[in-house]
């Protein structure tokens, strides 16, 4: 199966090395969060919608959404560096500019992880509730890596492209959010630019060796992946709404939380599934490999909408 794209290695290559930030340049050092701002985007947080909340409360939910944001990116950041650094090591003795930028790919994610733990960092500093996560981050890498390489594959170009989307809608909304936490934005998007091109390679060499049957598998696969996903975000959007209620200070009634977490999950369903199922990109290669399959992600998107 071929997969049309215009993307090299060599190419990307050359413009992942012009990308040079650091960590520290974006937070930490006396830049510090601003908590009289919100930190996500209403696209992402949907927190303006927060059924039953008053504005300081709405305020803390999306603070919280921002807590969740960077957990999870550095969750998934969990199973993309392994596969890359397999990747890598898959064709070592092939052309070095394939493998000079999956090393660099493999660097970048890395950077990244730390660059959410660092902005975790601030956020528990002026954050006064501790948040219950989903994982632990190891045991979900391990069930995603469980699949083959091909859905693996699929699922991370997914997850690149979807940051584009976040970031366009980030900067055009200008709803006053917390200039770091765009910053954040930022500086994940454009290196996640360089990464969603890397994806595509990838899955071209992946797929260009698959059989009809092993390729429908994968989206088989991927869905599978998806579904396990979802059940993390049901889960979180639970201890969202209690550490909602610790913040704030103010114990809400069974109705009122179950119609919170409802609109929640249709927000974290959005920012972090269908964002990246529906984004043109994806949707295009996707296609290319599989009509069958794309149409079964486009009902899934469809059904988590």
């Known amino acids: ?42 696209s992402l947080a949907r927190t303006k919608e927060a059924p039953g909340l008053n504005a300081r409360e709405k305020l803390i939910l999306n603070h919280i959404r921002g807590a969740t944001y960077l957990y ?53 500093k002026g954050f006064s509730t501790d948040i219950e996560f989903i994982g632990p981050p190891r045991a979900i890498a391990d069930a995603v890596l469980a699949h083959s390489p091909l859905s693996v594959a699929v ?42 091109k890397i994806d595509t390679l990838v899955l071209a060499e992946l797929a260009s060796t698959a059989s009809r049957a092993e390729i429908e598998q994968a989206f088989s696969e991927f869905l599978e992946i998806g579904q396990l996903l979802d059940g993390g975000l049901a889960q979180q959007v639970k201890f969202d709404a209690v550490a909602l209620q610790k913040a704030s200070g103010r114990r809400l009634s069974e109705p009122e939380i179950a119609e919170l977490e409802a609109s929640q999950l249709k927000s974290y369903r959005y920012t972090f599934l269908v964002s990246g199922l529906e984004q043109e990109n994806f949707v295009r290669t996707i296609r290319e490999l599989s009509p069958e399959g794309s149409a079964r992600v486009r009902e899934t998107a469809l059904a988590l909408s």
């Open 155 to 196: 699922l991370i170009l997914h997850l690149e492209w979807l940051t584009q989307r976040h970031y366009v809608e980030g900067i055009k909304a200008d709803e006053g959010l917390d200039q770091h936490f765009v910053s954040l934005l930022k500086h994940h998007f454009q290196e996640e630019a360089q990464h969603a």
């Open 72 to 124: 999870l990116f550095g969750l998934v950041e969990e199973f993309i560096l392994p596969f890359a650094i397999e990747r890598a090591r898959d064709g070592a003795h092939g052309p070095k500019d394939r493998t000079r930028a999956l090393l660099a790919f493999a660097e970048e994610e890395a950077k990244h992880q730390q660059l959410f733990a660092r902005f975790s960092e601030e956020f528990r």
């Open 1 to 42: 199966m071929t997969i049309q794209h215009t993307y090299s290695y060599a190419a990307t290559l050359q413009d992942s090395l012009k990308i040079n930030w650091r960590v520290e340049d974006l937070i930490g050092e006396g830049k510090t969060l601003d908590f009289s701002r919100p930190f996500l985007p209403n």
